[in-house]
C-alpha cells in the first residue's frame, strides 16, 4: 500500500509499505478519500515539531468502509462505511474527569499524534468509529470532521436564532461556520480578502465584505442598528483580524476564537472591558457535534461540491499540500486508492 508522511524540513514523502492486521480492539479501515487542511499545513509548515514525532502519517479528515475487524471489536462489520472522530483521550485526567474528555489534558489528536489517514489501509480503535448511511457519498462524507469542528464552534458560541453573526475568514472552516450558523437561525456576513473566495460565498446567498474596500466596523454597526454583532467567529489566523474583532462585537457579545494561531496574538482587552465582552475558545468537537455533522452533509445543507476543489491521488500528495498552501483551493481530497484501482 502507499502511505504519504510528513518528514520534515517541509517535506511530505509518499512511499510503498506493507498494511498490518488490526490488533484487538481495533479495526482497519480502506481508505477512500482523507481531506487536507489548515492543521496539516502547520505541521507540513514546522509549527508543530515539538510534536510531531517523524517520519508522521498524518491526516484525520476522512471517509473509507471497513476492511477488517480485530479480535474483541463488536457491532462493526466488513464493508460498513464509516468515518473517524481521530480523538483518543484516558478518561483519568482533571479535564475527562469533568466531562471535557475531547480536550483531555492527554489528548491523542490521531493524525497528528499518532498514525493518520493518508495510507490505503489505516488500524484504528474501534470506539473512534463514526457510521455513514449508505446515501451519503464517500467523497462528501470526507468532510465530516471539518463540518464537526463548524458545529462545534456554532455551538459554543451560543448562537441562538435570530442573532447576528460575523465570520472572519472565508476559508473552508469559515465557509463552514457560516452554514452551519446559518442552519442554526443565525444571520451571517463573511469577511473574505480573496476575490475568488468572495464570489463562492456569495454563490451560496451569504452577504460578504472585502476588508479593504468596505469599512467592516462601519458596516456591521449599520447592519446591527448601532449595536454590533452578537457573535463575532475568528476564522482567519491573521493578527489584524484578532486585534479588530473585539471592534465588531456588541456589548456583552462573544468572541469564539477559531483559527490556529502559532504565535500569541494582541487583543485589545480595554475593548473586552468596556463591552463586558466574552472571548471564547472552540477546539476539535464532541461526538454529538460529529453527529450532526453527517446528518448535514446527509441532508444537503453543507455546499460539499463546492468545498471540494479537486481530489488527487495518494502519490500527488505533496503537490495537493502545495496548492492547498499557495491558496488555489477550498478543500483537496486524497484519493486514497487511486494507485490500487489505476
Known amino acids: 500500500m502507499f502511505t504519504a508522511s510528513y518528514v520534515g524540513n517541509q517535506t511530505i514523502d509518499v512511499r510503498e509499505a506493507e498494511p498490518a492486521a488490526p490488533a484487538a480492539g481495533m479495526v482497519q479501515i480502506k481508505v477512500a478519500y482523507a481531506g487536507i487542511c489548515g492543521t496539516d499545513l502547520h505541521i507540513l509548515h514546522g509549527h508543530m515539531d515539538q510534536r510531531v514525532t517523524t517520519p508522521a502519517i498524518i491526516g484525520h479528515e476522512m471517509s473509507g468502509t471497513i476492511a477488517a475487524v480485530g479480535e474483541a471489536v463488536h457491532g462493526w462489520n466488513v464493508g460498513d462505511a464509516v468515518t473517524v472522530m481521530p480523538l483518543a483521550w484516558d478518561g483519568t485526567c482533571p479535564a475527562c474527569l469533568a466531562g471535557n474528555e475531547h480536550i483531555c489534558q492527554n489528548l491523542d489528536f490521531i493524525g497528528i499524534d499518532s498514525p493518520g ?12 468509529l463514526v457510521a455513514l448511511p449508505a446515501t451519503l ?32 475568514g472565508g476559508g473552508p472552516i469559515g465557509v463552514l461556520i457560516a452554514t452551519t450558523a446559518r442552519e442554526f437561525g443565525g444571520e451571517v456576513v463573511v469577511i473574505e480578502l480573496d476575490a475568488a473566495r468572495r464570489q463562492a460565498i456569495a454563490d ?12 467592516q466596523v462601519a458596516w456591521v454597526t449599520e447592519w446591527t442598528g448601532g449595536a454590533g454583532a452578537d457573535v463575532v467567529f475568528e476564522v482567519s489566523g491573521a493578527a489584524a483580524a484578532v486585534l479588530g474583532a473585539t471592534d465588531l462585537a456588541r456589548v456583552r457579545g462573544r468572541l469564539v476564537i477559531v483559527a490556529i494561531h502559532p504565535d500569541p496574538r494582541p487583543v485589545n482587552l480595554q475593548r473586552v472591558f468596556w463591552r463586558e465582552l466574552t472571548i471564547i475558545g472552540a477546539r476539535v468537537y464532541q461526538r454529538a457535534d460529529y453527529e450532526t455533522a453527517v446528518e448535514l452533509l446527509t441532508r444537503g445543507v453543507i455546499p460539499a461540491d463546492l468545498m471540494i476543489t479537486r481530489i488527487e491521488p495518494i502519490t500527488r500528495t505533496a503537490a495537493a499540500f502545495e496548492a492547498l498552501a499557495s491558496g488555489q483551493a477550498m478543500k483537496i481530497l486524497i484519493d486514497c486508492q487511486s494507485e490500487a484501482r489505476a
Open 117 to 128: 489517514a493518508l495510507q490505503e489501509y489505516w488500524n484504528v480503535p474501534a470506539e473512534v
Open 137 to 168: 457519498r464517500l467523497d462528501h462524507a470526507a468532510l465530516v470532521e471539518p463540518v464537526a469542528v463548524s458545529v462545534h464552534d456554532v455551538r459554543r458560541s451560543g448562537l441562538v436564532p435570530g442573532e447576528k453573526a460575523v465570520v472572519i
Open 204 to 215: 451560496l446567498g451569504f452577504e460578504v465584505l472585502d476588508p479593504r474596500a468596505v469599512d
